[in-house]
């Protein structure tokens, strides 16, 4: 992009005019960061930072599970191979944040699960908790309907747990997501629950070291959390056997389908026993995960929970019509009048958020960026830094920021127009979670007005208002 027009806009730093604390030129300096506070109501799947932690030494049996997820496929002990000490839970558990939940109780969890829970500090479950958790208990097949930051990883991380028998040494779950950061996320969940039913998980993503996975392999896993591309490297090196695996299960499927997943995802359920439970989670329900469900589920059952909202409350949704030359101006604009606080911007492309991201860094905004070419490390460091406060902007891809989990985003900008509703769906859902209220503001370009006009139609012109901008730029 010639970005002549705007030398003299980038010549200055970024300022707000309507700022409380000054008129005078903002400094932004990394903000410290805040104590995290338990919530009693759990909008979102992933849980705090978690250590990984293993079980204890042998020396108490592992609590025995009246219910839990089926056991077909589920070898006996002396035919799943070599077979680890019995796993007894940690002296030290996490404490308890919150009562036991009656709420969880109802549904069919036991005294195990519902400290778990309590330790997260959740006291009442989410609706597709509510609707999924029963029926995987029963051992059943799931499609649950539901959008990102929904309680998705407890609903089938407990019944996955309640599954494993931890004296077994070999892995007898598998969890699939399309991206690192939630393959993070998802893990340390699991590493938790683990804590309490004596059972270790093992994270394999792209970007880490192979091998530090084989190291982690070698001395065994019960659960395997990870994205495709490194879970088929495992087994086509045959360091990772799935042979005894009697849980799947594919979260953000439809993500993993959009990014080219497809037929990894074939390869690694081909890999697995035909015998076993299968839970499939994903925020829309196009036709090729029906196709998925049909070659790989078995009389799955739907759960359905508000799976295309069409509009997402609690956000005020505004848009400005502006050429593509002034995107950059009217992202100065808006962040100077409007005070913008931690933002979330979208571009479509990789190239697309290196040249924001540096045109943000130039005029003096704590920005980075993130997509799937950083290594790992490099989207560690970026992430901390945002949701310590550091950061003012994270400019990110689609497929990038589908996986990320920070509830306090104050603003959502799509500087680029979403490719369709469902895209447009999921970026405004990044702010206003767990009950607070946010903005999303979107860029209509010259050539996004196609799009655009797609998007109006689904989320209905009433719950949009326009944005007014200056006719021109000092």
């Known amino acids: 992009m010639i970005l002549s027009p705007l030398i003299s806009v980038l010549s200055r730093p970024f300022r707000r005019r309507n700022a409380v604390a000054s008129p005078e030129p903002v400094t932004l300096a990394p903000a410290p960061p805040t104590e995290p506070r338990a919530s009693t109501s759990q909008l979102s799947s992933t849980s705090p930072e978690l250590r990984r932690e293993l079980p204890a030494a042998p020396g108490e049996a592992p609590r025995r599970r009246s219910r839990g997820g089926r056991k077909r496929g589920a070898k006996p002990a002396d035919s799943a191979g070599a077979t680890a000490p019995a796993a007894a839970r940690p002296s030290s558990l996490p404490p308890a944040l919150a009562p036991l939940s009656e709420s969880f109780r109802a549904l069919g969890l036991d005294d195990v699960a519902l400290e778990a829970i309590a330790a997260l500090g959740y006291t009442d479950p989410t609706p ?6 029963p029926v995987l208990l029963d051992g ?3 499609v649950g309907l539901a959008q990102t930051g929904t309680g998705k990883t407890i609903a089938f991380g407990l019944p996955l747990s309640r599954s494993i028998d931890p004296t077994r040494n070999d892995v007898q779950a598998i969890v699939m997501v399309p991206t690192r950061e939630l393959a993070n996320q998802v893990r340390d969940v699991m590493v938790h629950l683990g804590k309490f039913y004596g059972f270790i ?3 394999l993503v ?4 192979v091998k ?12 395997v959390v990870g994205t495709p591309g490194r879970v088929i490297d495992h087994l086509k090196r045959g360091t990772l056997k799935l042979g005894n695996v009697h849980f799947v299960v594919l979260d953000e499927a439809d993500q993993m389908l959009d990014i080219g997943f497809a037929r990894d995802i074939d390869y690694i359920l081909r890999s697995v026993p035909k015998d076993r439970q299968t839970a499939l989670f994903s925020a829309t329900m196009p036709e090729s995960i029906g196709r998925l469900v049909y070659r790989h589920m078995r009389r799955a059952n739907r759960v359905a929970v508000d799976p295309e909202q069409r509009t997402a409350e609690g956000v005020e949704q505004l848009f400005c019509e502006v050429s593509e030359r002034d995107k ?4 100065r604009y808006i962040y100077e009048e409007h005070g ?7 571009r479509n492309t990789k190239i697309g958020v290196d040249r924001l991201t540096a045109q943000l860094q130039a005029a003096g905004v704590p920005a980075q960026a993130i997509h799937g070419d950083l290594r790992q490390g490099q989207r560690d460091r970026v992430m901390a830094d945002f949701r310590s406060g550091a950061l003012d902007f994270l400019v990110a891809t689609n497929v990038a920021a589908r996986g ?10 799509n500087y680029d127009v979403p490719q369709n509703a469902e895209e447009y769906i999921h970026r405004i859902g990044r702010t206003a979670r767990a009950g607070r209220r946010g903005s999303s503001y979107t860029f209509v370009g010259e050539w996004d007005l196609d799009a655009w006009d797609v998007i109006v139609r689904e989320v209905g012109d009433d719950n949009l208002t326009h944005l007014k901008l200056p006719a021109r730029w000092d």
């Not at 597709?128 to 958790?133: G, S, Y």
């Not at 530090?212 to 659960?223: F, N, S």
């Open 128 to 133: 597709i908790q509510r609707e999924a958790l």
């Open 140 to 142: 059943e097949d799931v």
């Open 201 to 203: 998980t093992l994270g």
């Open 206 to 209: 792209g970007g880490s070291r």
């Open 212 to 223: 530090t996975d084989l190291d982690h392999l070698q001395r065994g896993a019960h659960v």
């Open 328 to 331: 950059f101006a009217a992202l």
């Open 340 to 346: 913008l606080g931690r933002s979330l911007i979208f």
């Open 404 to 413: 990320l989990d920070i509830p306090d985003i104050e603003h959502v900008i």
